[in-house]
């Protein structure tokens, strides 16, 4: 065994199956964080880990049965020891919902992806998984009054792209208009409606849920995308996240939230044409924004950790 084969053999075993963090892992080896991923992403790479995800039909978790019985998605809990940082949870998470859309990605599909902090881990943790004829759509606008956003959403648009050797259609308009007839007048443009007939026809999307409040600060509310004005109206109606930037209350409703009308991302309502909507969450913190995504019925596949899927449950009446 080289080197780097063993290497690789000495991560992957102190990470799966001892449950150092990356962090220890690194101060051991006397390297980066960021080389532990790569040693952990190559060890994936050549079949050196192999992750399985337990059928529900076959029996997994009383947490996930609980889950489907009191909202009908088929979740995939992530078992994650509490006391893991919020950066740790969210990278185990994602590695789990890589590997599960890997799965699910095949040849001529259309694929939708929401940008965000959760999609961009998602997607670093994507293996190499060549198709034919595959689509990856944005969902929802990236610019805002400080940035065009396309740094951020591009990076997470190319790399899925990459992984699946697939087409990228991108989404240039604000992630939030200033006027809601802007919005309309755009949503008539022949170029814009292009890209909403390719989100219509999506087999499949991915998205996270953004929450107000949540210690792993979701990027539209910590990167200039809302104003102080936006936030009260926020306050107001009593929002509790949003998904695809569209923002909902913690029963679930969204249409009469007037900063709606102004924003690009796809309703739950229209969302719900993909066959497939995975939904991917990590920390606690997100559990009230979660509830109201489920409430919403915008959900069909679900990846979480445990103690985020145990809050939510606790929310249930």
């Not at 909202?71 to 599960?100: M, N, Q, T």
């Not at 060549?130 to 396309?150: D, E, F, Y």
């Not at 309309?184 to 170029?191: C, G, L």
Request: proline share 2%.
């Amino acid at each position: 065994m080289g080197e780097r084969e063993e290497a690789m053999r000495n991560a992957a075993t102190m990470y799966y199956i001892h449950e150092d963090s990356m962090e220890a892992i690194a101060r051991r080896f006397g390297v980066s964080r960021s080389s532990i991923s790569r040693l952990l992403k190559s060890a994936r790479d050549v079949g050196m880990v192999k992750i399985t995800i337990e059928d529900e039909a076959e029996g997994s978790s009383f947490t996930a049965r609980k889950l489907h019985d009191l909202y009908g998605v088929r979740a995939h809990v992530v078992p994650v020891r509490a006391s893991i940082g919020d950066g740790e949870r969210l990278d185990r998470v994602a590695s789990v919902a890589a590997h599960l859309v890997g799965n699910w990605m095949q040849d001529d599909m259309m694929m939708g992806v929401a940008w965000g902090t959760t999609t961009s881990a998602v997607a670093r943790h994507l293996t190499r998984h060549p198709t034919h004829g595959s689509v990856i759509v944005q969902l929802n606008g990236a610019a805002n009054t400080h940035t065009s956003g396309l740094g951020f959403a591009s990076q997470i648009m190319n790399t899925i792209a990459e992984a699946f050797d697939a087409d990228t259609l991108y989404f240039p308009v604000p992630a939030f208009f200033d006027y809601a007839e802007t919005k309309e007048a755009m949503w008539r443009e022949r170029s814009v409606t292009r890209v909403l007939e390719a989100q219509r026809r999506a087999h499949m999307v991915l998205f996270g849920v953004g929450a107000i409040g949540a210690r792993a600060h979701s990027h539209v509310y910590a990167a200039e995308y809302l104003d102080e004005a936006d936030m009260r109206e926020l306050a107001d109606e009593a929002v509790v996240g949003d998904i695809c930037t569209v923002f909902l209350r913690q029963d679930g409703t969204y249409r009469d939230i007037g900063i709606n009308r102004r924003a690009s991302g796809p309703t739950p309502y229209e969302l719900t044409r993909a066959g497939r909507r995975i939904c991917v969450v990590a920390g606690a913190s997100k559990a009230t924004a979660l509830l109201a995504a489920l409430r919403a019925h915008v959900i069909t596949d679900l990846v979480v950790d445990e103690s985020t899927a145990r809050a939510v449950i606790q929310l249930n009446p």
